[in-house]
């Protein structure tokens, strides 16, 4: 099955950042943006570039992107999860120009009953004839009931 963000992620516009899904399996997704030349991460001191920070969202929306594409092809909605952390964040960039194309990949590390979960993440693209890479492990949680959880924390 072929899937748009917007079916599979439980956003809206405009914080869909993902363009598109190019291949997902049981463990893994790829996906694809552009950098928008305006957008809400957009930093007029760097130039209108996005800095390079928010590659952990583009990473986080590819996560969730995997599972959702799993819940559409359950026949049921994407469900919330949450982005705990990630460790060893690494860029070579300090921030992706407008423009400038990127292949957001993710493969599971490991998965637990209790709804934890932890990818790894690869960014890659090319800006200025310099090669992008960006790394991280990115960890995650899916309640069973996001509402329950969220009262649990208040």
Not at 74 to 100: H, M, Q, W
């Amino acid at each position: 099955m072929s899937y748009t963000p917007a079916e599979v992620l439980p956003h809206a516009a405009p914080m869909i950042l993902l363009d598109r899904i190019i291949a997902y399996d049981a463990d893994q997704l790829e996906a694809e943006l552009t950098v928008p030349a305006e957008g809400l991460f957009n930093d007029a001191e760097m130039g209108g570039a996005v800095p390079a920070w928010v590659g952990i969202e583009y990473l986080a929306q590819a996560v969730a992107a995997h599972d959702g594409c799993h819940c559409r092809d359950a026949g049921i909605s994407p469900k919330i999860g949450f982005l705990l952390g990630s460790r060893n964040y690494e860029s070579n960039v300090t921030a992706f120009l407008p423009g400038v194309h990127l292949r957001v990949r993710v493969a599971e590390v490991l998965r637990g009953e209790n709804g934890m979960a932890v990818f790894e993440g690869l960014i890659t693209g090319e800006q200025d004839g310099q090669a992008i890479r960006v790394t991280a492990r990115i960890n995650g949680f899916q309640p069973d009931d996001p509402s329950v959880f969220l009262k649990e924390q208040a």
